[in-house]
């Protein structure tokens, strides 16, 4: 309609003219108007057609509308429904997770009952092991002491038993087996007291003494060297720890230095560590013996007298003392001959043979070496005398 009233108005305007005009011009206007009517009818047409296309266009949107608005509601009824469907399969799923949490909580606190209980269990049984372990120690250090070294190591066998990882008692067990003769044994129970435990000074002297012995039974090369030098790495680092440190004979591992050094050839070094043996344990005559052999060496026999009487004062008290100390009785008879009392030495290697365990089989060993470091400082004439006795301590050997 909008686009009808322009055209009509523009049509008057065109009608006013052709009335002014002249007769002679009236048919071509007349001709003209027809064309502008026909023109406006067209447009009319289109005008009409236009608003019909409108008022279609306009009941479709309304039907799309409200069919949105229903496919909407719809929508939305939909989403709430299953929004109330996912809320309750979360509350279910909530409940369920709640009640397995519950279940998996209760097995848990039973099973941390139950290894508490064993753990107690465990611990009660392992302190009354140790506790029992320990106890035996004093039954396997009477044994030893009484020269069952068999008997000991069966004592401390059990001990074990019962607490395996213990330092001390793998310590002991070691150290008789040491003094037994028996270096590999005594060895690995060593390196178990090291294992937890480093730094503890007993054990590292007693495996120094261990590797000085493996050492002195090797021929002269590379081996019996590098022997030589693990002995002296564990036995310095030992007593760099414990200074006054003493093996469970009483004597200090200072003496044991000593032999490395002396067998190695290093005089003063080895006197140096005989003297610190004899400021920890003055009351022992196994520094003394050792002090004047090397004396003897570098000054003569004579030059030693006093240094053997002082020795064999020690050795003598510490016999009456102990009336099994084999190792006493092994000095007495060294500074005995000596001094060439040769009754006072045969009395003491009687001692000797009586005492000596049947499984120190090193004992013998460390006595006839002293003697034959003893002969060969002593003039000619003395020397027969301790040359028999040291027959005599191999024929012994021998039997035994």
């Known amino acids: 309609m909008r686009r009808l009233f322009p055209i009509i108005s523009l049509l008057l305007p065109t009608a006013a003219v052709h009335a002014q005009a002249q007769p002679d011009d009236l048919a071509s206007m007349a001709t003209q108007v027809a064309r502008d009517l026909a023109d406006a009818e067209r447009a009319l047409d289109q005008a009409f057609n236009l608003l019909g296309l409108l008022e279609a266009f306009s009941l479709v949107v309304t039907i799309v509308g409200g069919a949105g608005v229903v496919f909407g509601v719809t929508r939305f009824i939909a989403a709430q429904n299953q929004l109330r469907e996912s809320r309750r399969r979360f509350e279910n ?20 009952a139950g290894l508490q209980g064993s753990l107690q269990a465990m611990l009660e049984k392992s ?8 106890s035996l120690l004093p039954l396997g250090e009477r044994q030893y002491r009484s020269g069952d070294f068999r008997g ?15 330092p001390v008692i793998n310590y002991r067990m070691g150290y008789t087996c040491s003094q037994a003769g028996a270096l590999d044994e005594a060895e690995r129970y060593l390196r178990q007291a090291l294992a937890g435990e480093p730094d503890f000074a007993p054990a590292l002297a007693n495996l120094g003494y261990v590797y000085r012995r493996r050492a002195e039974q090797l021929p002269e090369g590379v ?12 036995l310095t680092q030992a007593l760099s ?18 032999g490395l050094y002396r067998r190695r050839g290093q005089m003063q070094e080895a006197v140096h560590a005989y003297r610190e043996a004899a400021r920890v344990t003055p009351s022992s005559s196994y520094a003394w013996v050792n002090l004047a052999l090397l004396g003897m060496q570098q000054d003569g026999a004579d030059a030693m007298r006093d240094t053997w009487r002082q020795a064999q004062q020690l050795a003598a ?26 009754e006072q030495a045969e009395e003491a290697l009687a001692s000797f043979f009586r005492t000596i365990p049947a499984e120190a089989g090193q004992v013998p060993q460390v ?6 470091q003893l002969a060969a400082s002593l003039p000619e004439e003395r020397r027969a005398a301790v040359q028999a006795v040291i027959g005599r301590i191999e ?3 021998s039997d035994g």
Request: aromatic share 8%.
């Open 93 to 112: 799923e909530i409940l369920r997770t709640r009640r397995q949490l519950r279940e998996e909580t209760r097995q848990r606190e039973e099973t941390f």
């Open 127 to 134: 302190t009354g092991d140790a506790t029992r372990a320990l």
């Open 152 to 166: 000991a190591r069966a004592i401390y066998g059990r001990a074990l038993q019962l607490d395996p990882g213990n």
């Open 223 to 234: 081996e019996r060297a590098r022997a030589f030098n693990e002995a002296e790495s564990h």
């Open 241 to 258: 720890l414990l200074p006054n440190l003493v093996d469970d004979d009483g004597e200090s591992w200072w003496g044991s230095l000593g």
């Open 317 to 342: 008290a510490e016999t009456r003392a102990d009336v099994d100390n084999y190792w006493g009785y092994a000095d007495l008879v060294t500074t005995s001959l000596a001094l060439g009392d040769a």
């Open 367 to 372: 006595l006839r070496d002293s003697l034959e």
């Open 395 to 397: 024929a012994q050997a």
